[in-house]
Structures are given as C-alpha cells and as structure tokens.
C-alpha cells in the first residue's frame, strides 16, 4: 500500500510538518469508486437498420444487442434497463 504524505513548511519558523493523509485519499477514492454513474445509451439509426430487416434476422439482431449489453452489465456489476421512449415534437 501507497501511503500519501502531505508537506507544509513554515517559512517564518523554519520548520517542515510532515502529515499522513493515506485514509482520507482511501477514503475519498473509495467515494469516487461507489457513486452512482446514469448512462443513457442510444444507437443510432438501430430502428432505421431494424425496420429494413426481415422479421426473424431484426429479431436476432435485437436478441444479439440484448444479450451483449446484459453480458456486459453483468460483469461489470450494472443494474441495465431497458426504456423505450418515443417523443412526439409536435407538442412543443
């Protein structure tokens, strides 16, 4: 284990203060590594690509994207949820 030393020298006295500061970094590192990250992923032209296949081949594709961001999710520890959500601009 790394341990951190903080230095501050007193110009006017002369001397030099030497400080662990090795749990505070630990800490502040295992914060950083614990905060929750929102990832909105989106592909693009996928419905485009999707609508111009036929049926069995575009369910496969979705299956193949499925599985492979589940798998990845899995091994990395990620709650994964999949939302699909269509804006209508003439509301606006």
């Known amino acids: ?9 007193q110009k006017d006295s002369g001397y030099i203060y030497f400080f662990d500061i090795t749990e ?6 295992r ?36 599985i492979t961001l589940t798998d990845w999710a899995k091994k990395n520890s990620i709650y994964l949820k999949k939302e699909s959500m269509t804006i209508d601009l003439s509301d606006f």
């Open 24 to 29: 505070s970094k630990v800490v502040m590192q």
């Open 31 to 66: 914060f950083r590594d614990t905060r929750p990250i929102i990832l909105n992923l989106s592909l693009d032209n996928y419905e485009d690509v999707y609508d111009s296949l036929e049926d069995e081949v575009a369910s496969r594709l979705d299956a193949t994207v499925v």
């Open 1 to 9: 284990m790394v341990n951190f030393i903080k230095v501050n020298y």
